[in-house]
T-cell receptor, first 109, second 114 residues
Framework: GQNIDQPTEMTATEGAIVQINCTYQTSGFNGLFWYQQHAGEAPTFLSYNVLDGLEEKGRFSSFLSRSKGYSYLLLKELQMKDSASYLCAVFDSNYQLIWGAGTKLIIKP | DVKVTQSSRYLVKRTGEKVFLECVQDMDHENMFWYRQDPGLGLRLIYFSYDVKMKEKGDIPEGYSVSREKKERFSLILESASTNQTSMYLC?????????????FGNGTRLTVT
């Protein structure tokens, strides 16, 4: 079966750095997405990785290792507004999106 | 920016009612999707559509149907609502099949069936 694993919940301190991991087992791979979802709102697109390596976008970076079936989202200089759920999703060989259950990130002052 | 609009943020319906959830996107996207989101579970795909008049079952189509008569509009229908269909429903669109373009989501409809 196809599976994506993320930690259920993480806690971090304002101003710090946090890394949210995502491991996947899918039938084929055509890219990996990270989305941010604030409570009661729609998911919004953060990043897309299809090649190995690190993609940096301001305070957020996303890393992919296809051989390990692994990605992480790195958030720097955490702000209170970063409190949200972070969803990992993989395009399989048929371009169907497989979703993880999401990681709820709690930021404390 | 792509705008995906869902007609209602909150709905309360009774068991057995027929329920229509409407979704409109303004960027001429071919692909449209309906998901439901429940606590502790990932987004689960109900139905999707690659083009007008086309529809495909997702992972959990039972109890639902869809309609896509126009490219910009994708409707989700609960033929006879049941309490286990209480959930957050998310509509999304993206550019085209085979494209690695991201999904753009509407703000969601929180449906409660009593």
């Amino acid at each position: 079966g196809q599976n994506i694993d993320q930690p259920t919940e993480m806690t971090a301190t304002e101003g710090a750095i946090v890394q949210i991991n995502c491991t996947y087992q899918t039938s084929g791979f055509n890219g990996l997405f990270w989305y941010q979802q604030h409570a009661g709102e729609a998911p919004t697109f953060l990043s897309y990785n299809v090649l190995d390596g690190l993609e940096e976008k301001g305070r957020f970076s996303s890393f992919l290792s296809r051989s390990k079936g692994y990605s992480y989202l790195l958030l720097k200089e955490l702000q209170m507004k970063d409190s949200a759920s972070y969803l990992c999703a993989v395009f399989d060989s048929n371009y169907q999106l497989i979703w993880g259950a999401g990681t709820k990130l709690i930021i404390k002052p | 920016d792509v705008k995906v609009t869902q007609s209602s943020r909150y709905l309360v319906k009774r068991t057995g009612e027929k329920v229509f959830l409407e979704c409109v996107q303004d960027m001429d996207h071919e692909n449209m999707f309906w998901y439901r989101q429940d606590p502790g579970l990932g987004l689960r795909l109900i139905y999707f559509s690659y083009d007008v008049k086309m529809k495909e079952k997702g992972d959990i189509p039972e109890g639902y149907s869809v309609s896509r008569e126009k490219k910009e509009r994708f409707s989700l229908i609960l033929e006879s609502a049941s309490t286990n269909q209480t959930s957050m429903y998310l509509c999304a669109s993206r550019l085209g099949i085979g494209e690695s373009s991201p999904l753009h989501f509407g703000n969601g409809t929180r449906l409660t069936v009593t």
